[in-house]
Nanobody, 122 residues
Framework: QVQLVESGGGLIQAGGSLRLSCAAS????????LGWFRQAPGKEREFVAL????????YYADSVKGRFTISRDNAMNTVYLQMNSLRPEDTAVYSC???????????????WGQGTQVTVSS
């Protein structure tokens, strides 16, 4: 069992930066790949970024590549999403999730956080 709690969201102007954190409980954190997903009002949840269990492999949606960076600290049971050059279209609820494998599909993830709101003003 893994419990995930996100933090770090907020209101930011376009071009600004935010760092999201996702803290996990449980002793098996390093056994899971971790992903960030987002959902904007009226839209489906979409994949943002993914990191493998060791942190040596990262994967990004084309829409955030070069602007967002996912990382993890297994000693701290935390995964991060550094978001730079934010755009109004990045506005969404951002959620972290844990999976046993490397997946882009949200349906493959076993555990989810409650989400944190990111709002980017123009």
């Amino acid at each position: 069992q893994v419990q995930l709690v996100e933090s770090g969201g907020g209101l930011i102007q376009a071009g600004g930066s935010l760092r999201l954190s996702c803290a996990a409980s449980g002793r098996t954190f390093s056994s899971y790949a971790l992903g960030w997903f987002r959902q904007a009002p009226g839209k489906e949840r979409e994949f943002v970024a993914l990191i493998n269990r060791s942190g040596s492999g990262t994967y990004y949606a084309d829409s955030v590549k070069g602007r967002f960076t996912i990382s993890r600290d297994n000693a701290m049971n935390t995964v991060y999403l550094q978001m730079n050059s934010l755009r109004p279209e990045d506005t969404a609820v951002y959620s972290c999730a844990a999976s046993r494998g490397l997946y882009y599909s949200a349906s493959e993830y076993e555990y989810w956080g409650q989400g944190t709101q990111v709002t980017v003003s123009s």
